[in-house]
């Protein structure tokens, strides 16, 4: 107890040395708390984001890898994805979630389509040129605020559909009443006696529509309020479009080699939308790796100079440390003494730390995260200049993280006591092994 | 009855070859005062230093009792078994004379309930008041760190006293106050007072005087 006592008055009567010392502590604790507040906040957000997101897997078409083994005969015409092999694709672990949709082309005789001119007729390779498209389980401008439902409900099972105001008033269709839609049949399979399918579905629901139409080409199926959209099992036979989220980037490689078991061909290349991800998470991920970097530089220098600056204050002290010995105080009283009065520098420093770092870490953050945002925007407008028709400038559309609101958490306070003792511990032991060098007969008689 | 016996003790120091102290054999006994006298570089401090237990000598024994140095805690006989006065004081500087006797004495494990009462008292006794006693060492003098350095000594009640040259910074009042703590801690308390010094006024309060020359104890004459 007495030990505690007296390293509770050394703590006092060494202030001055000791302000030098905690003065660093301080710094080195106010520093790891503003980093691990800004890192642990960070961590969260990209987890949650991940979680709720994933990151997008895209599977295309290489021409030029289709090209070099065509030459050498290891591909044929008309390689493509299968309906099954999409839905096979989408059973895997390493996915947080997929989305299996599909899309058909379809015309109407008894509903006009939006821009429609004249009567339907033959076109583009078909019997009957379609006028608009069904979309099966295409729910994400509902998500993101491009489309709203204004009447009715959602479609839920098969047949039924929700479709534009603007297509509704042209038609007089309401909720609740039922339209014929057909699919389309090429010219060769008509001509021998194919027809195409139809649809009678039932209106559940009537949407506003916000999204842009994009390059119609003077198409009347590339406006968007044109599209009628329902359930996929709606159109089972209807081409698949599958959207596969990984849990993270770093899954891409093993997720390719389960697509490549499950008969995905070369020609096809398996990448992840990366860009996407770091146009959001990027400026926060950007500033966690600032001030985490920072944090160990300051860690690492803070910690040599604290063991230095112990150094000395124990040579310094190599009297009194000799007295101690003499009076018969055993050397693992003197270092456990010379240990706690660290400690209790060292809490002292953290209770101010961890307040004057929590005052900080809001307003530095804010500073950090603007700057990286600047720097991704930046990456961002040159990625993506000139690509905006490849449909990759549904970018602009998610929003960066622009704001993080930095917490203490237990976590963080655990992280930031076991550093502080650490690093107290580095400092106590650099100058507790200097203690078994002071033999007490030398240092008292050097000072003699 | 001796309560301190040196068995043909010879000491050198690490990486010499060279014998410092060369077979000194003595006993010591309670109730009275050794002076240990000779010219400098004659072993005096080392002899001291040894019977302190700040260091072990190379050959022979030195018995507390009947127990070996070499063979005992020293850390534990240095806190409990002797009291050491300095010459060069060897206080705790930034701290007041108060605490350097209660440190000592909690050190030694005193079971005095109220050391702090217990360590003024003994200040008193050696001619430090309370005022004094309450003010940072080095802000004492000479003759009053002494006189502090002798409580400190006291402060856990040890069988055998050690002094090296505990007046050598004094003037001749003090050093006679000092003496006369010294003499009485022998012949009143039975205390076995053992005294390094130049000095012939110290060898004077001696009840033996104990000669020594080039690491070899010389002479045991009779003092007073």
């Known amino acids: 107890m007495y030990i505690i006592q007296n390293a509770l008055k050394n703590v006092v009567r060494n202030k001055g040395r000791n302000i030098l010392l905690g003065s660093i502590i301080f710094a080195i604790i106010a520093t790891t708390v503003v980093a691990l507040m800004i890192t642990n906040t960070s961590d969260r957000i990209i987890d949650e984001y991940r979680g709720q997101f994933g990151i997008e897997v895209t599977i295309e078409r290489n021409t030029q890898t289709f090209v070099d083994m065509r030459q050498r005969g290891e591909a044929a015409m008309g390689i493509n994805i299968t309906n099954e092999q999409f839905i096979a694709f989408a059973d895997s672990d390493l996915l947080q979630r997929s989305v299996i949709m599909n899309s058909a082309m379809i015309y109407s005789e008894t509903v006009t389509a939006i821009g429609q001119t004249g009567e339907l007729a033959a076109g583009h390779g078909f019997a009957i040129a379609p006028t608009m498209q069904m979309h099966g389980n295409n729910w994400e401008d509902f998500t993101n605020g491009h ?240 690509r905006e028709i490849a449909g990759l400038s549904r970018v602009v559309n998610d929003d960066p993280i622009t704001e993080i609101n930095l917490t203490l958490g237990i976590d963080t306070m655990l992280q930031i006591i076991l550093i502080s003792l650490l690093l107290a511990s580095a400092a106590g032991i650099a100058a507790i092994s200097k203690i078994t060098k002071y033999e007490p007969i030398k240092i008292l008689m050097e000072r003699n | 009855m001796s309560i301190l016996t040196l068995n043909n003790v010879s000491y050198r120091y690490d990486g010499t070859k060279k014998n410092v102290l060369k077979g000194v054999s003595a006993s010591f006994e309670a109730g009275k005062v050794y002076a240990i006298v000779g010219k400098s570089g004659s072993g005096k401090s080392t002899l001291l230093s040894l019977i302190a237990g700040l260091d072990v000598c190379t050959d022979g024994k030195i018995l507390y009792g009947e127990k070996d140095l070499k063979e005992i805690d020293r850390d534990s006989y240095r806190a409990k078994g002797i009291g050491v006065v300095f010459q060069a004081f060897n206080l705790i500087t930034n701290s007041t004379a108060i605490d350097n006797i209660v440190l000592s004495m909690q050190i030694s494990g005193s079971n005095e309930r109220d050391k702090k009462s217990f360590a003024y008292g003994l200040l008193e006794r050696v001619g430090i008041d309370k005022e004094t006693a309450d003010r940072k060492v080095l802000k004492l003098s000479g003759g009053e760190q002494q006189r502090v350095g002798i409580a400190r ?61 080039d690491g070899k104890l010389t002479s045991v004459n009779q003092g007073k």
């Open chain 1, 147 to 386: 489309r709203v439902l204004v009447v009715g409900e959602m479609p839920v099972r098969v047949n039924e559909v929700v479709i534009s105001e603007e297509l509704a008033e042209l038609n007089d269709i309401s909720v609740g009443d039922t339209i014929r839609l057909y699919g389309t049949v090429m010219e060769p399979a008509a001509a021998m006696g194919f027809t195409p399918p139809v649809y009678d579905l039932v209106v559940t629901g009537i949407y506003f529509c916000a999204a842009e139409s994009v390059g119609t080409w003077g198409s009347t199926t590339m406006i968007r309020q044109n599209e009628v959209l329902t359930v996929a099992d709606t159109m089972p036979g209807a081409a698949i479009i599958a959207r596969y989220y990984l849990r993270h980037p770093s899954y891409i490689d093993a997720f390719e080699q389960e697509l490549r078991e499950k008969g995905l061909h070369p020609i096809f290349d398996v990448n992840t939308d990366e860009h996407l991800f770091n146009a959001i998470v990027g400026p926060v991920e950007g500033m966690r790796g600032i001030v985490m970097t920072f944090m160990f530089v300051v860690l690492i220098l803070g910690a040599i100079i604290l063991i230095l600056l112990s150094s000395i204050a124990i040579r310094e002290r190599k009297y009194e440390i000799g007295v101690l010995r003499a009076m018969g105080m055993k050397k693992v009283k003197v270092a456990l003494g010379l240990w706690f009065e660290m400690v209790t520098i060292t809490a002292i420093c953290l209770a101010i730390g961890i307040f004057v770092g929590s005052l900080v870490a809001q307003p530095i953050s804010t500073e950090l995260l603007a700057q990286q945002q600047e720097t991704a925007q930046n990456i961002q407008d040159q990625f993506f200049a000139g």
């Open chain 2, 153 to 213: 000594a006291l402060a856990h009640n040890p069988n055998i006293i050690i002094a090296d040259e505990p007046t050598g910074n004094l003037d001749t009042d003090t050093e006679n106050d000092v003496l006369k703590i010294l003499s009485s801690l022998a012949h009143d308390e039975g205390k076995c007072v053992i005294i390094v010094t130049h000095s012939k006024k110290v060898s004077s309060i001696a009840d033996e005087v104990l000669g020594m020359k």
